[in-house]
């Protein structure tokens, strides 16, 4: 679906031509797409299906710039075009979700079974593709919250329209008079819709602006903890870092764990590849995150971590390394510890 919007709009541009405008206008519309992506991130939960649908918006932008009126702020426009491209790709989809959302957990003598589609499940995102680099630290902060994975699966419960309302309701603090404007509805409408959306993200337990974590100094020493008994495959260590009630999850399989004794039992049996592994920070879903790879050198996965209380609670591993390692910017290869996401752009 998201293949066929990116080449829509690369069609689109192509048919377009010398109506497309150029210097300034473009600029102004490339200053949204920060901000853009990160709310087509939390309509659709794929980062990929996100830039898709943004480049599809700036297209139609382009197209229609010498019509803009002006009536509305360029923004709100930006964001009616991009919200009707998300409600556009969502007609007959599925719901995406985590493993977690799908079953019970697994117990380690499970069989890993096959992947299953791309599709199913929520992706991570890189916080620079979504996130502000400067902006207020309270905003920040709810920003930050709000593409966490739980709370992106959470969002993918509601109806489309419903999760448009939401996110420009509670994240983006629109008005509902705004938001109506944007619907094409009635500021009633848009708060019934917004009191059934609560009342479902009540029922998940998750809310946008729960917590928020800074990476404080304790967090940051837990981070260099976890790294150091990982990379040394020392269970001693991970038993100390790791929360007893913890989670290892491994999309694209539907296999997932539930505690530190079943994720150490899984990393010394069918997790034994991962010894000798070398992970490089990055940033995702408003976390700390890992490229993971392996001792000879191969990527294996996109690690986002949760934690808690001072001690790890989840393991997110995205397995799909031939797009999600480019998307973070990281090398085909480890090549040592200098490398960074910045050393491979």
């Known amino acids: 679906m998201g293949e066929a919007v990116a080449g829509d709009g690369v069609a689109a541009a192509e048919g377009a031509g010398r109506g497309v405008p150029q210097g300034e206008p473009v600029d102004r519309l490339e ?15 794929s980062a990929f299906e996100a830039e898709d649908a943004v480049q599809e918006t700036m297209v139609r932008a382009w197209r229609s710039y010498d019509r803009f009126e002006g009536r509305a702020s360029l923004r709100s426009w930006l964001y009616r075009i991009a919200t009707n491209v998300c409600l556009d790709l969502l007609k007959g989809s599925r719901r995406r979700a985590r493993p977690m959302d799908l079953a019970s957990p697994s117990s380690v003598d499970s069989p890993i079974g096959t992947g299953l589609p791309e599709t199913t499940w929520i992706g991570p995102v890189p916080d620079q593709r979504v996130l502000a680099s400067a902006g207020d630290p309270a905003e920040t902060a709810v920003a930050r919250e709000s593409i966490r994975l739980a709370f992106i699966s959470a969002l993918q419960r509601l109806a489309p329209r419903q999760r448009a309302v939401l996110i420009l309701r509670e994240v983006l603090s629109w008005s509902a008079s705004e938001v109506a404007e944007l619907l094409g509805s009635s500021v009633a409408s848009v708060n019934s819709a917004l009191q059934r959306a609560r009342a479902t993200l009540a029922a998940s337990g998750d809310h946008a602006a ?7 100094d304790a967090q940051q020493a837990l981070l260099r903890r976890y790294v150091d008994a990982f990379e040394r495959f020392d269970m001693d260590a991970l038993t100390a870092v790791l929360h007893e009630d913890s989670m290892l999850s491994m999309p694209p399989y539907a296999l997932w764990l539930r505690g530190r004794a079943d994720i150490l039992k899984w990393l010394l049996g069918p997790g034994c590849g991962c010894e000798g592994s070398h ?11 890992f490229g993971q790879y392996r001792a000879d050198g191969t990527p294996w996965a996109i690690q986002v971590i949760e934690a808690a209380d001072g001690r790890v609670t989840a393991l997110q591993c995205f397995l799909d390394t031939e797009r999600l390692f480019p998307l973070f910017g990281l090398p085909a290869r480890y090549e040592g510890p200098g490398v960074s996401p910045a050393s491979a752009s």
């Open 210 to 216: 729960d917590a928020p974590q800074p990476l404080d």
């Open 31 to 45: 200053a949204h797409r920060t901000e853009l992506t990160g709310y087509c991130y939390r309509m659709l939960g």
């Open 279 to 289: 992970l490089v920070p990055v940033r995702a879903n408003g976390r700390a995150a």
